[in-house]
């Protein structure tokens, strides 16, 4: 592999996610943040998580003049057409908390019985080159929505996304999420993006 010093725009904020990415891309690559640059997030005005995902990543690549990644992510409850959607992380308001997202799913799903909480977590990576040019790598992960949180890993809704095995993604410790997560599954498809993207080769 490489040993030149290599950078990587990341269109977040969220420091788990930084961590979580950071786990995953096994290259010898800086990433820099958002906070790192002195940037606000963009506003999120795209109606799928394509175009939210192409949005942040566009604006991370003008800003930095760096390669950039941004993704976009959220959680789809069959029992409430597919919402919270691309407004996951604001499903209770703009500001608000983990737990006040996960309290109002729980109050919206109230009565619905575990046969009908499907749901399914949704990512999409846009990755933009240094010259602009863009490419979409995409994960999902299957399960059905908890009737209470458990598990004190993870964030967003892992507290109340339940696996085929029964525990929450919450309960998993990082490395096992880092496995089957629906970011892990389109990071196994991004990072040789990012690999060929930055000029890095493998050992």
């Given at each position: 592999?490489?040993?030149?010093?290599?950078?990587?725009?990341?269109?977040?904020?969220?420091?788990?996610?930084l961590?979580?990415?950071?786990?995953?891309?096994?290259?010898?690559?800086?990433?820099?943040?958002?906070?790192?640059?002195?940037?606000?997030?963009?506003?999120?005005?795209?109606?799928?998580?394509?175009?939210?995902?192409?949005?942040k990543a566009r604006?991370?690549?003008?800003?930095?003049?760096?390669?950039?990644?941004?993704?976009?992510?959220?959680?789809?409850?069959?029992?409430?057409?597919?919402?919270?959607?691309?407004?996951?992380?604001?499903?209770?308001g703009?500001?608000?908390?983990?737990?006040?997202?996960?309290?109002?799913?729980?109050?919206?799903?109230?009565?619905?019985?575990?046969?009908?909480?499907?749901?399914?977590?949704?990512?999409?990576?846009?990755?933009?080159?240094?010259?602009?040019?863009?490419?979409?790598?995409?994960?999902?992960?299957?399960?059905?929505?908890?009737?209470?949180?458990?598990?004190v890993?993870?964030?967003?809704?892992?507290?109340?996304f339940?696996?085929?095995?029964?525990?929450?993604?919450?309960?998993?410790?990082?490395?096992?999420?880092?496995?089957?997560?629906?970011?892990?599954?389109?990071?196994?498809?991004?990072v040789p993006?990012?690999?060929?993207?930055?000029?890095?080769?493998?050992?």
């Amino acid at each position: 592999m490489n040993s030149i010093h290599l950078q990587l725009a990341v269109a977040t904020n969220n420091r788990n996610k930084l961590t979580e990415l950071r786990a995953m891309i096994d290259a010898n690559v800086d990433l820099v943040s958002l906070d790192d640059l002195g940037l606000p997030s963009p506003e999120e005005t795209g109606i799928s998580f394509v175009e939210n995902a192409a949005i942040k990543a566009r604006f991370m690549h003008g800003q930095s003049g760096l390669p950039a990644i941004a993704d976009d992510s959220g959680l789809m409850v069959d029992a409430l057409s597919g919402a919270p959607g691309v407004r996951s992380a604001r499903f209770a308001g703009d500001d608000a908390s983990d737990e006040a997202n996960c309290q109002l799913l729980l109050s919206k799903l109230a009565g619905v019985p575990d046969s009908q909480r499907t749901a399914r977590f949704q990512c999409v990576i846009a990755l933009v080159d240094r010259h602009g040019a863009i490419e979409f790598a995409s994960g999902t992960c299957e399960g059905r929505i908890a009737f209470d949180m458990r598990g004190v890993n993870g964030f967003g809704y892992d507290p109340l996304f339940v696996l085929p095995d029964g525990r929450t993604m919450a309960e998993l410790v990082p490395e096992e999420k880092n496995r089957i997560s629906h970011r892990a599954i389109a990071m196994a498809t991004a990072v040789p993006l990012i690999r060929n993207m930055l000029g890095v080769t493998e050992r």
